[in-house]
């Protein structure tokens, strides 16, 4: 490489730098005190750049969430993908993706609660980055379906968007207490779910009535609707 190239690579490499920098920073601040905790000033102070410097990568602080956050889903969705391909077995490749599920939880529960939690700070991007991973498990699904192991009556869209919805919410109810209920039950419990359904083989028939018996005689519930 002669010296003018390098002349001009350098302020490139000088920009990604600083772009990283503000990446790491925010991702160091947004977990600790949330998306509307932090200031754009303070994560340009906490990436030891000028205020100016930071509106020269990003238009604000919703921008730069947004990167972090598909940096991570981007991350998680190789972390799913590698995991489904160390196996052909469908129950294998199932619990292998849930482990890695439950394992990106654990690394990044403030970022988890931010965008799936109960305060939905960020419930927008949290739309989108469902969306993004959806498209990747519902291609995965037409290739299974194309090799026959999609069960009949199965649309690969419709599962999709019902699988990609139940993982946000268990990972966003596990990721507020782990210890309520212990990690592999987690992963057995998601596992089967997907694999075979949440009922006893042959449990197919009449529902039983579960209402109470002053339901039953048609008297009206004294339990006042929840405000």
């Known amino acids: 490489m002669n010296v003018s190239s390098e002349a001009r690579t350098a302020p490139a490499r000088s920009r990604t ?3 990283r920098r503000l990446v790491d ?4 601040l947004f977990a600790k005190h949330g998306l509307h905790g932090v200031t754009s000033h303070e994560i340009a102070r906490a990436a030891g750049v000028a205020a100016g410097t930071f ?3 990003f238009q604000d602080k919703e921008a730069l969430f947004r990167e972090v956050v598909f940096e991570a889903a981007l991350k998680l969705r190789g972390r799913m993908e590698r995991a489904g391909a160390a196996s052909s077995d ?3 490749v199932v619990r292998a993706r849930a482990r890695e599920l439950l394992a990106f939880a654990e690394e990044n529960r403030s970022l988890v609660q931010i965008l799936f939690g109960r305060n939905h700070e960020a419930a927008g991007v949290g739309v989108d980055v469902l969306e993004f ?3 990747e498990i519902e291609r995965n699904l037409r290739a299974r379906g194309s090799a026959g192991l999609l069960a009949p009556g199965v649309d690969p869209a419709v ?6 919805g139940m ?3 268990i990972v966003a109810w596990w990721a507020e207490e782990p210890g309520r209920i212990p990690r592999e039950a987690v992963i057995e419990s998601l596992s089967r779910i997907q694999v075979s359904g949440i009922y006893c083989p042959g449990a197919a028939g009449p529902a039983p009535d579960l209402r109470s018996p002053r339901t039953r005689r048609g008297e009206p519930s ?3 609707p929840p405000r």
């Open 133 to 135: 991973l959806a498209e």
């Open 222 to 224: 004294r339990k006042e």
């Open 167 to 169: 993982r946000a919410r």
């Open 159 to 164: 599962a999709a968007q019902a699988l990609v």
């Open 17 to 19: 730098e600083t772009r």
């Open 55 to 57: 509106y020269l990568h």
């Open 90 to 92: 469908p129950g294998v």
């Open 25 to 28: 920073a925010a991702t160091n």
